[in-house]
């Protein structure tokens, strides 16, 4: 990366800390700190926001040691996207410095700080080994998480697990790709992504982890639809819910697409797509043109309120993608454990069930409904099936094609050896459902 270019990433990325710490998500920040730069430019300060939040807690941290007195928010800002960059990749302490010193130079509004954000970015140089072995003590550092996050997890994982998750969370994530099956294979794409100078590795059946990185604007054949990013464990969805040709399928929670558009890359159904969001249903829409799927049926309404758009048909076959704390995709998105709150657990449990029960009639005889829940929390995977079966005696744990059970939770893993799953992926909880006729 340029120094100019750097400078500009270290500047967009500080205003996007800045609406972050006014309750913006990290990709509503995104989005408004990238508007109006290049494909490039979006790339770059995506990278550098994701390792600004993967450091949040350290930076802050540091910060309260090496300054007598906060400086200014928008000096700050700066200051801990410097950070975080200096702790990930300190053999570029020397350019990082220089750039943010000119960053925060070129704007009016901080540059009578230079000199402050000097000294203190050459003294955390100068003292970066012994500052980060302290502050390593703090387990809301160590891990980049808020105490009562902490606790949660280790009561649910026990401490070993727990640790092991939240360790792996604190790397940064590989980038996993869905081949589109109805356009070329696992196989003949892997020779057009290796011909471009990348490695492959597959790690499910269509996925595969591209080395190094790289914008979609530079992955072989995403522009014309070869290729989507997707979480294995995120894939698995289509291989449970495997609905038979000519099936009516419901996605009811959709946007934005990526589970609609595996299941039309594998079967070929009678599909329709709901999200109560209308930008995010345009999402559906745009991902399933740009990979030449064919038509199905994308509505904007609310899953739960049934009256509002079902045409009285049952399903064969429904994926419940169900709202939740996204617990299980936090290497993902570090931003969630300073999002979430202990009372959204229960809160986002409420609205599952309430998902569920809503949608459970309008699955036909002998047909399936599939939950599916990004999170590790139990709350929201094995007891809230646990108490659904209880309350439904014409539902039973279905058998999926293969080898899977018809429920199981996933953590996040770097190498899961076990048969059947994917190699790398994140967390999820996945359920069967089968109706009794």
């Not at 894939?235 to 299941?263: F, I």
């Not at 009372?343 to 569920?356: E, P, T, Y």
């Amino acid at each position: 990366m340029s120094s100019v270019r750097l400078r500009d990433t270290i500047e967009r990325t500080g205003k996007a800390v800045g609406f972050m710490h006014s309750g913006a998500s990290l990709e509503s920040a995104l989005a408004q700190a990238s508007e109006g730069g290049s494909a490039e430019s979006r790339a770059a300060l995506q990278a550098c926001l994701y390792t600004a939040t993967r450091r949040a807690m350290a930076g802050n941290a540091l910060l309260s040691r090496l300054c007598e007195r906060l400086p200014a928010p928008a000096v700050k800002n700066i200051l801990l996207v410097a950070l975080s960059l200096l702790i990930e990749e300190p053999e570029k302490s020397y350019v990082t410095v220089s750039e943010t010193i000119s960053a925060v130079k070129k704007n009016p509004a901080t540059a009578r700080a230079a000199g402050f954000a000097n000294a203190v970015l050459r003294r955390f140089v100068r003292e970066q080994e012994e500052l980060l072995a302290a502050l390593r003590k703090d387990e809301t550092v160590r891990f980049n998480a808020p105490r009562w996050w902490i606790d949660r997890l280790r009561k649910e994982l026990g401490v070993t697990e727990a640790d092991a998750v939240m360790t792996l969370e604190q790397s940064r994530p590989p980038l996993t790709l869905r081949v589109n099956a109805r356009k070329t294979s696992v196989a003949e794409w892997t020779r057009l992504a290796e011909a471009a100078g990348f490695a492959v590795t597959a790690v499910g059946e269509d996925a595969v982890i591209l080395t190094p990185a790289a914008p979609v604007s530079r992955i072989p054949g995403f522009s014309e639809g070869l290729v989507s990013v997707q979480d294995a464990g995120a894939q698995m969805a289509a291989r449970m819910l495997s609905p038979k040709k000519g099936a009516r399928v419901l996605d009811a929670c959709a946007a934005p697409g990526g589970k609609t558009a595996h299941l039309l890359e594998r079967f070929d159904i009678d599909l329709t797509a709901l999200e109560v969001d209308s930008v995010r249903a345009e999402r559906i829409s745009e991902n399933l043109s740009r990979l030449g799927l064919p038509a199905c049926s994308v509505q904007v309404a609310d899953a739960a309120d049934v009256a509002s758009w079902w045409d009285g048909a049952p399903f064969d076959c429904i994926l419940l993608d169900a709202p939740c704390t996204a617990s299980g995709i936090v290497r993902r998105h570090p931003d969630i454990p300073f999002l979430r709150r202990p009372g959204d657990i229960a809160s986002l449990a409420k609205q599952q069930m309430a998902l569920l029960e809503a949608l459970w009639p309008l699955v036909n005889l002998g047909g399936k409904l599939l939950y599916v829940v990004c999170s590790v929390f139990e709350a929201e995977g094995k007891s809230q099936i646990d108490a659904f079966l209880s309350r439904h005696k014409d539902c039973s744990i279905g058998k999926p094609s293969g080898t899977l059970p018809g429920r199981f939770a996933l953590l996040p893993q770097q190498e899961d050896a076990r048969a059947g799953f994917p190699l790398v992926h994140d967390g999820f909880y996945y359920a069967l459902l089968q109706k009794e006729p």
